[in-house]
């Protein structure tokens, strides 16, 4: 078994320091927020909708942004991953774009498509061919330098985009988050880092050799998603995630089989969900021990819903970091992620 605080041992495995990006995560949320309050955005009070465009990583702020916000966000909201907009974009749309690189061919379509029909637009990205459309079409963006993500993996980098946006979206008037809510959130979770390790660490060696599958809901509904991709790219392993209470609705009956599965349930659990969530989430966990799957109660203790999400988001990037080092795995490359493009990019 590996030694987590072997650093000799876990270099060799992770020569582009995954595990430095991860450790300077908290200082990026920080960083980025007070970064952006000082980029100006114009107000946009003639939106009638908003559509999301970012891939993988990049779209993690859309996600994150409309479960914090769940039924108080005050537009229609749509999360594209694709080439193309809805038909329904025109010059009350305001469009979001998002990629870490800057070269996501899909956003760039997309972010051209949002040209043509007159669309107001948002920014988001390091630079290259997205931040080049931003400056030549004068529109309002965040273009960080990444720094504090010294392994350059746009997973990774998620402060940058995930509270980017949060602040561009408030700054055009889009919506209503007090500056003091994210700040005291991120100072809030500094003394919790230590434990918050430990706990990663002790969930990502029982997770060997599992299959896991995140149970979450409401406001943390978007954090599910988020670690399920990295158990995906960061670990290199199958994940799943589910959400109350849809969930309570049909996977109750898909327990049954097969047997011995190697299925491992992580339910999250916060004050912050409503009492109707909170039920749900014991009585779901109880339905799962009846059919003799393991699970892993994981209680997040934050203040409020800002304070589950940073919790969340910086044990969901632990777990999975050790669990891809347990098994071996550089966490930073994604070869058949590569090995895919590479073969798509050809005729």
Request: with cysteine; net charge neutral; hydrophobic share 40%.
């Amino acid at each position: 078994m590996i030694d987590f605080n072997d650093l000799r041992t876990i270099k060799k495995i992770d020569p582009q320091n995954t595990l430095d990006s991860t450790e300077k995560l908290l200082e990026q949320l920080k960083f980025a927020w007070k970064e952006v309050q000082s980029i100006n955005v114009p107000r946009y009070n003639d939106v009638r909708n908003i559509v999301f465009s970012g891939m993988g990583a990049s779209i993690y702020g859309a996600l994150v942004i409309k479960s914090l916000l769940g039924p108080k966000f005050p537009y229609p909201v749509e999360v594209i991953s694709d080439y193309h907009l809805p038909d329904y974009v025109n010059n009350q749309t305001l469009v979001v774009l998002t990629s870490y690189s800057g070269t996501t061919e899909e956003v760039l379509s997309a972010a051209q498509e949002a040209k043509e029909r007159n669309a107001k637009m948002l920014v988001l990205t390091m630079g290259g061919k997205l931040g080049d459309f931003a400056k030549e079409n004068n529109i309002p963006s965040y273009i960080f330098d990444g720094k504090l993500n010294p392994a350059g993996v746009p997973r990774l980098g998620c402060g940058y985009t995930i509270l980017g946006l949060i602040g561009l979206l408030a700054k055009a008037g889009i919506i209503q988050v007090k500056e003091e809510d994210i700040s005291s959130a991120v100072d809030r979770t500094y003394p919790l880092l230590g434990e918050i390790k430990k706990n990663a660490m002790e969930i990502s060696t029982k997770l060997a050799d599992k299959i896991p599958v995140i149970i979450c809901a409401e406001h943390l509904s978007g954090n599910a998603q988020i670690i399920r991709n990295q158990f995906n790219e960061t670990s290199k392993t199958f994940s799943a995630y589910y959400l109350v209470p849809d969930l309570n609705h049909h996977l109750m009956e898909g327990l049954q089989f097969p047997k011995d599965s190697k299925l491992y349930f992580m339910l999250f659990q916060t004050k912050n969900f409503s009492p109707k969530i909170q039920k749900r989430m014991e009585l779901t966990r109880e339905v799962i021990s009846e059919n003799k799957h393991i699970v892993h109660w994981i209680p997040l203790e934050g203040q409020t819903i800002y304070d589950d999400f940073v919790i969340m988001l910086l044990l969901g990037s632990y777990i999975t970091l050790y669990l891809g080092l347990y098994y071996n795995q550089n966490p930073a490359t994604n070869p058949w992620v590569d090995y895919f493009k590479d073969k798509l990019s050809k005729p």
